[in-house]
């Protein structure tokens, strides 16, 4: 099967999960005997292969390339987004890629930079389309839904506004993908997609990796690795931690980077030798110095795949009740917990501490299959078929 995977950046080129999941995807299809091209942005037109995937890189036609994020001028951010509701710089590109390509069906994923015109373009050349809902672009130009550090329930005037075009644009897609059921259900309420034949939950897929060594010790150092932002729940967590009972014998450990204003403040804040920012890690290497990992999100996470990173590593989680996170919660090596205040996740790390809290560790395997590549390739295939018979009918 051809596909054509769209996506706003791909490896190397990564701002956080939905890359990553992207790009394990495209992969996957292509070690299963696909032909599989991606589609991205980027600084220039270029083409390469990575991993047997064939990747167009389309030179930005904004007014800045999103890699990496930077704090812009509130003009040129409003500029941008009007610009990115329907870039018609991208349409001779895309068209003439598409012509050359014929791909049997076209797969689009996180949008933002190259914006909605893609379904038009498909559309006229009769090729069926997939949508695999991954943030929420589609309703909030910013992606996140988030006013402060809570998320928004409703959309303002503004994300209506620049949403018009993007609601409308969607009912050409024929099949959507949610990475949650909450990130599709949300979609679905605001009246998207209505025109697809198809609509499922597919969850993204782990990176197979062999762990040289879990932790044994006894040692109960939690962490927290991640984007640093205010929505992500980082001094709830940190007060939770520093109101617990731990007495100064575990650490709390915070692995990831942000925007340098909140970083400073935060370790200006909390200085405290039990509280330690580690930077910028890989995920596979910071697991093995914390024995539970702590996701304390404010917002609605689309879905939060550093869980079952965790999990194949492992490691525990305690995770907050927002989102698409409970849908990953499982008996035996997960709690849930509010986030109305500190006390919740406080009561959890008491119970840690004193050894209250039990996690069987004969369980991450059998709750990892469903999350496996094999698996979710397979799922993808499956919804390949059904919409292209679906399509030719």
Not at 196 to 217: F, G, K, R, W
Not at 364 to 385: A, G, H, S
Request: glycine share 6%; aromatic share 10%.
């Amino acid at each position: 099967m051809k596909i054509a995977i769209i996506c706003t950046l791909y490896p190397p080129y990564i701002l956080g999960g939905a890359e990553k999941s992207t790009a394990l995807l495209a992969q996957g299809l292509a070690r299963n005997g696909h032909e599989v091209t991606v589609i991205t942005t980027g600084k220039t037109n270029c083409k390469e292969t990575i991993e047997g995937v064939t990747v167009y890189r389309l030179k930005n036609m904004n007014i800045y390339w999103r890699y990496p994020q930077r704090d812009k001028p509130l003009t040129k951010k409003m500029l941008w987004h009007l610009f990115d509701i329907y870039n018609i710089g991208y349409k001779k590109s895309l068209e003439n890629l598409l012509l050359t390509l014929k791909p049997d069906i076209i797969h689009t994923n996180n949008l933002c930079g190259l914006s909605c015109i893609i379904w038009d373009i498909a559309q006229q050349q009769h090729i069926p389309i997939v949508h695999t809902l991954r943030d929420y672009y589609l309703l909030c130009p910013q992606q996140t839904m988030i006013k402060g550090i809570k998320s928004c329930q409703t959309q303002c005037l503004i994300c209506k506004s620049y949403s018009v075009i993007k609601k409308v644009m969607s009912q050409k897609v024929n099949a959507v993908v949610g990475i949650s059921n909450f990130i599709l259900n949300h979609h679905l309420k605001f009246g998207y997609f209505k025109n697809a034949y198809l609509t499922c939950v597919i969850p993204n897929s782990i990176e197979p990796h062999n762990v040289s060594q879990y932790v044994t010790d006894n040692k109960k150092d939690v962490g927290y690795i991640g984007r640093l932002s205010p929505e992500k729940g980082i001094e709830l967590m940190i007060e939770a931690f520093i109101n617990s009972n731990n007495r100064g014998s575990n650490k709390l450990r915070i692995a990831g980077t942000g925007n340098k204003k909140y970083t400073d403040y935060l370790q200006q804040k909390y200085k405290n030798e039990s509280i330690v920012f580690c930077g910028k890690c890989k995920s596979t290497d910071f697991f093995q110095t914390i024995s539970l990992l702590i996701v304390p999100s404010l917002w609605n996470e689309p879905f939060g795949r550093v869980v079952i990173e965790a999990y194949s590593s492992h490691i525990p989680v305690l995770m907050a009740s927002n989102g698409g996170l409970i849908e990953l919660a499982e008996n035996g090596i997960s709690e849930i917990f509010s986030t109305d205040s500190t006390n919740p996740l406080t009561n959890l790390l008491n119970k840690y501490f004193n050894g209250s809290l039990y996690f069987n560790d004969t369980l991450f395997e059998q709750v990892l299959i469903q999350y496996t590549e094999d698996n979710v390739i397979k799922r993808y295939i499956e919804l390949y078929n059904q919409l292209i018979s679906k399509f030719q009918k």
